[in-house]
């Protein structure tokens, strides 16, 4: 679908503008740009609105500004007589994502990383992210600034929730603060916290007292804290009173026999396949979980692609990977699903049974990409991925977006505003040129509405291909 009359849209621009200066398109990006009017009507389109409720059919959405004025049926909807109108039949509409493990920076083939401030936002935004929580930075400066630039409209991406520096122990890769104790901690906190980050990742390696030292300086700030962890239990970091937990059952060693405290304990995994998701140890972690209110975000995609027997990596990820990193992800991915490294299947299906038993206990699960690792998860495609992902642990399609979407906003307590098809949101909406339920992927999304303007999302994938992993 192509609705961009460019003139049109030169001269909407103003008037947006007065509306909200998080809607304004300030540099010449038109050829990005499928759909932007005052108001907006996207008609007959299937929609999942994001709260888990069924799919309903024919409803007609209207986009006034950057807020969704109405949504409802198409037969007793009143499209206003200036609207630009969408016809939909045949599509589906969902919640812009929440992407919340989304990095903006990328590692991947061998040993390489890089800054994505141009590539990854646009592929984020592409792929029907709207809003993303970085989750540890490499380039706590590059974030702050790149928030800026994107909510200045100079730059296309999504709505962004940076973070600090990652904090780990003594141990950990040479671009986190590797801490000394819990001073360190609260310095290291008290600085970036002022200087303006929304939320800090703790890492594999710290030590309970750094970690409550971290979370205590942060909640003194009004910001967040969430963990990949090892040394420490998921028990542990709910006491401490940590806000999030990252890669559900792959980062909990707490159910290791020989775990000790402050230690992390090689191979913690290896034996969870005999795991029981319904005793009484994963029932306790879940209880503290829920009963703090600490919600567990999904990566299921960055342990896929280590998983032996997986089918191979869409092609579509080669793609728009710069060639020679490429090259390097394809035999990585080959090799390391054939033999060392590869992470046993019967691990991983139980890590999708983990998910699944702390959403049926009441927990709140929400998603994200990691594009880390060695890279076969690249930023908005991993998103995509994840949606598969979560279909095949089983849960139903209206769970699985409300998982990506008004999951995450809830964890970032932005609920309010976006995470869901409603009346009265900022309307970011994703369309996808199918059935949805029938196709069971998200690669059709071909308009991403952020803030109430409507990206082409193939021309920003086309605008990236081959410089993804490099800039
Ligand atoms: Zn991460």
Request: aromatic content about 6%.
């Amino acid at each position: 679908m192509r609705l961009h009359p460019a003139a049109a849209v030169a001269t909407l621009t103003l008037a947006v503008l007065a509306i909200t200066p998080a809607s304004t398109v300030a540099q010449d990006f038109d050829e990005f740009v499928a759909v932007h009017a005052p108001v907006i009507a996207l008609t007959h389109a299937k929609v999942i609105d994001g709260t888990g409720a069924p799919a309903m059919s024919d409803q007609t959405i209207i986009i006034e500004g950057d807020r969704i004025s109405a949504v409802g049926p198409s037969g007793s909807a009143r499209v206003p007589a200036n609207a630009e109108v969408v016809d939909l039949t045949g599509h589906t509409v969902i919640p812009g994502l929440v992407g919340l493990h989304n990095h903006s920076y990328y590692t991947g083939g061998n040993g390489r990383a890089a800054q994505l401030s141009f590539s990854g936002s646009r592929l984020y935004l592409a792929s029907g992210v709207t809003t993303i929580r970085t989750t540890g930075a490499q380039q706590p400066y590059t974030e702050l600034n790149l928030k800026q630039e994107i909510d200045a409209g100079r730059v296309i991406g999504p709505t962004m929730f940076t973070t600090g520096p990652y904090l780990t122990g003594e141990q950990g890769p040479s671009t986190m603060t590797l801490l000394e104790g819990p001073d360190q901690a609260r310095r290291v906190v008290r600085y970036w916290s002022e200087e303006g980050v929304d939320w800090f990742k703790a890492y594999t390696w710290i030590s309970r007292a750094e970690l409550g030292a971290a979370i205590e300086e942060a909640h003194r700030h009004g910001v967040k804290v969430t963990a990949h962890l090892c040394s420490v239990g998921y028990r542990e970091a709910v006491a401490l009173g940590i806000d999030n937990l990252e890669h559900g059952l792959f980062a909990n060693s707490e159910y290791d026999p020989n775990k000790q405290p402050d230690d992390c304990p090689s191979g913690f995994r290896n034996d969870y396949a005999a795991l029981d998701v319904n005793g009484p140890e994963v029932q306790a972690t879940f209880r503290d979980m829920i009963d703090n209110g600490v919600a567990m975000t999904s990566t299921l995609v960055v342990y896929e692609i280590s998983v032996s027997g997986r089918p191979p990596i869409d092609e579509r990820v080669f793609d728009v990977l710069a060639p020679e990193i490429a090259e390097e992800v394809r035999a990585i991915s080959i090799a390391r699903r054939a033999g060392r490294g590869a992470i046993d299947p019967a691990v991983y299906a139980k890590a999708l049974e983990y998910e699944r038993a702390f959403v049926a206990a009441g927990g709140l699960l929400a998603a994200g990409v990691d594009p880390t690792g060695y890279g076969a998860a690249p930023p908005g495609f991993g998103d995509q991925r994840n949606y598969e992902l979560l279909l095949e642990a089983g849960f139903t399609a209206p769970e699985v977006v409300q998982i990506m979407s008004l999951n995450g906003a809830k964890v970032l307590g932005i609920e309010g505003e976006t995470g869901s098809v409603e009346a009265g949101k900022i309307a970011d909406l994703v369309v996808i040129d199918a059935d949805l339920e029938a196709v069971g992927n998200l690669h059709d999304t071909s308009i991403v509405f952020r803030h109430g303007i409507g990206w082409d999302s193939p021309k920003l994938i086309e605008s990236v291909r081959g410089i993804v992993g490099i800039r």
